[in-house]
């Protein structure tokens, strides 16, 4: 399990692309790419652009009420631009418990197969 350091992350790379990364949906405020790691046949993280001290969605404050928002809903319209109509998922890990292993928040959208409840 890794733990909340503030520290930058992998993630401030991909989005300075000195990584490239699979890019699946952008706009001003927020990124979505293929995670390197998929565990469905569409994976794809969709991340704030500035990480604004949201770590993890443990962070959030209502400042942040805006780009939750987006980052939500940057989701739908990945579902919609993968084909997914028959069903996704929206997962945030948090904290070590949580399986979180990269604090800048991210939400993850899995479909292209059938999912199991609650995990998997
Ligand atoms: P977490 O475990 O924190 O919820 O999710 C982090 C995700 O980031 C993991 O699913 C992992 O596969 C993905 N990931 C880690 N490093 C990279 C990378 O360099 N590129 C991409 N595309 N995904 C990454």
Redo the contacts with the bound molecule.
């Keep these: 399990a890794t733990a909340d350091t503030g520290g930058p992350t992998?993630f401030d790379k991909?989005i300075a692309k000195e990584?490239p990364?699979?890019i699946v949906y952008e706009d001003e405020k927020v990124l979505a790419?293929?995670?390197?790691?998929p565990?469905a046949p569409v994976?794809v993280?969709v991340i704030p652009k500035v990480r604004d001290g949201l770590t993890g969605i443990d962070k959030a404050e209502p400042r942040h009420f805006e780009i939750l928002g987006q980052l939500l809903y940057a989701a739908k319209l990945v579902a919609e631009k993968e084909g997914l109509a028959k069903g996704f998922r929206i997962?945030i890990?948090n904290g070590p418990e949580g399986?979180?292993?990269?604090y800048h928040l991210?939400l993850?959208v899995l479909g292209g197969r059938q999912m199991a409840w609650p995990a998997g």
Excluded: T
């Design positions: 992998i991909i990584i990364s699979s790419f293929r995670d390197i790691n565990q994976h993280l997962v890990n399986c979180q292993s990269v991210h993850h």
